[in-house]
């Protein structure tokens, strides 16, 4: 029987799978069921030493006997700090040590209670990893703390072997152990595509190239990133869901506009499991679509990856299988070249690859998104910052000079993925309203091309100062969409309950940017309807200067927001 408390037993259960085999053991009352699951467990050797000073030795010189990754386990307060000598010899001599230090719960922590010290980062940058697990209460939690212990365990051979902590907080009564069996936990494989496993990655592949429902998730890139030739190779075996942000306009979806609406599909057919893929592979960074997120959340017991050059454990979706450290353009040529040889195998090869085998999955995605992209051009909203967008976005198709397109966050964003066809510059790291017109001017200031900026009017009064600069010139251009607050606090469910709502949280406002592009010598139009407004784009867009220009889009924030709803539930009949 094991313990009761769930992190306990979680941790049990992943050092098994993670090949840790011999543990040292130090006595105490807080680290008890830590102890007793460790040797209750079948699959792992228990030694007992009494010193924690000692006892990191002696986990040391296992490790070296046995090859892999050694647990020593210590109780809370200073018994941990008593294992730094050792931890800091593991750490120059990359051995892989597995810290597990037993802890009072955080309310206690500097109350004068008994044992009880600051425990997480204790051992600073002598490990690798050092984590602290919740005590879950619910799934979420669990969630969190299966990842945790696998980017913790993953990392004692991750770029060399070296040391580990996890740090375990247990709340009393500690000495219940009633449970039958460990629990059956994730675990999430590391790999790298060009390493010493292979073998491991071309498992990974014909994963892929023989699921029946497999789909590839492009977050953002950087253009070029990826080949589109590659793409379209996979677009034969897979659904390809990418946004402006991906950097591989053109080779969207065969969408009449070349844009891929799945943000739309998603809310036409709500949860309809059909849609799921049986195998995900996600590259390059963040995804602005939360619809999207909230979808592939619910795919349990089904293969998910993702790939980044730095190896990050990024669990965006919440069921990662594994993580390949590889650039994301190397893995897609891979597994393009070697569907194109499968492909002209017929499958012969047994690996069970067939070209057509997710046929019917593809069509079923493919019917959905000509849907919604035929949608998004039929739609005319009426003069809103949605009918802005999409005539500026018009205008740029008939320019005959290149150029560079930013988007703020929040709306403005929301508003590309709907009608940008091109390579789209957003500050979607921490997606925060910050800095997007600074970058934007930072860019035309080392481009001699021409750089547009679209953006809301929080963000733009909110990073003013870009325009106080004196290199900018006339290849800055700014579409400023100004409805007097935070728009899209008025689309979240729920909050216009609130009186707080207008003046508080979307910060309502009558500011115009007129003032400041006179201080700032910046050419400067104003509309305020859709005559004005269609004039004021193709100003933007065809008039040469020697000043930056800005168009101030005024619009109202409740027709934003009915204009936008209108949009989507027009989706829900066709």
């Not at 089904?302 to 353009?329: C, K, P």
């Not at 929080?458 to 010139?473: E, G, H, I, P, T």
Request: charged fraction near 20%.
């Amino acid at each position: 029987m094991y313990s009761n408390k769930d992190n306990v037993n979680m941790l049990t259960a992943l050092l098994v799978k993670h090949g840790i085999r011999h543990a040292v053991v130090c006595p105490g009352s807080r680290n008890a069921p830590l102890v007793h699951n460790l040797n209750e467990c079948p699959h792992i050797r228990c030694v007992a030493v009494t010193d924690e000073r000692s006892a990191g030795f002696y986990a040391i010189g296992m490790a070296q006997a046995v090859g892999g990754g050694v647990a020593v386990c210590v109780t809370s307060g200073t018994a941990l700090l008593n294992l730094a000598p050792a931890v800091a010899e593991a750490y120059h001599q990359h051995v892989p040590l597995v810290v597990v230090s037993a802890d009072r719960p955080e309310a206690w922590i500097d109350q004068q209670d008994g044992q009880t010290l600051w425990q997480p980062d204790a051992l600073g940058r002598f490990v690798k990893k050092a984590v602290t697990l919740p005590e879950p209460k619910d799934e979420t939690e669990r969630w969190h703390c299966n990842r945790l212990l696998n980017e913790a365990l993953l990392s004692l051979h991750r770029h060399g072997a070296g040391p580990v902590h996890v740090n375990v907080p247990i709340t009393e009564p500690l000495f219940d152990f009633s449970v039958p069996e460990l629990p059956e936990e994730r675990h999430i494989v590391f790999l790298q595509h060009k390493g010493t496993n292979l073998g491991h990655f071309e498992e990974f592949a014909n994963g892929f190239l023989s699921a029946k429902r497999p789909m590839m998730v492009i977050g953002q890139t950087k253009q070029g990133e990826v080949r589109a030739e590659d793409l379209r190779v996979l677009r034969r075996h897979a659904v390809v869901l990418a946004e402006p942000l991906a950097g591989i306009a053109g080779v969207a979806p065969s969408a009449d506009d070349g844009v891929c609406h799945f943000d739309e599909v998603l809310y036409k057919v709500e949860m309809d499991e059909n849609y799921l893929p049986d195998h995900l592979i996600y590259i390059g960074g963040n995804v602005v679509s939360k619809r999207l997120k909230h979808f592939l959340r619910t795919t349990k017991d089904r293969q998910q990856w993702i790939v980044n050059e730095g190896g990050e454990f990024y669990d965006t979706f919440m069921h990662l299988s594994g993580v390949i450290e590889a650039a994301a353009g190397e893995v897609v040529s891979e597994l393009a070249r070697m569907y194109r040889t499968l492909a002209a195998m017929g499958g012969g090869d047994g690996s069970g690859c067939r070209a057509d085998a997710s046929s019917s999955y593809i069509a079923l995605w493919e019917r959905v998104l000509q849907q919604t992209a035929r949608h998004a051009l039929a739609f005319e909203p009426p003069y809103s910052q949605m009918a802005a967008v999409k005539c500026f976005e018009e205008g740029l198709r008939n320019l005959d000079y290149p150029c560079e397109v930013h988007y703020a966050n929040s709306t403005s964003v929301r508003l590309a993925n709907i009608y940008a066809n091109h390579f789209v510059w957003c500050n979607r790291g921490v997606n925060g309203i910050e800095g997007s017109l600074s970058v934007a001017a930072g860019m035309s200031v080392a481009s001699e091309g021409m750089v547009f900026c679209v953006i809301g009017d929080l963000s733009f009064f909110y990073d003013q100062n870009a325009l106080w600069n004196r290199y900018l010139s006339g290849n800055f251009r700014i579409l400023l969409l100004n409805n007097g607050c935070g728009g899209i606090f008025h689309q979240l469910k729920g909050l216009s309950a609130s009186d707080a709502r207008d003046e508080y949280i979307a910060a309502g406002h009558h500011t115009e940017a007129r003032g400041i592009c006179e201080q700032n010598r910046v050419e400067y139009m104003v509309a305020r309807n859709e005559a004005e407004m269609k004039e004021g784009i193709h100003w933007l867009l065809t008039v040469q200067g020697n000043a930056p220009m800005l168009l101030e889009v005024f619009t109202r924030p409740d027709e934003d927001d009915k204009v936008f709803k209108d949009y989507y539930r027009q989706l829900k009949r066709m």
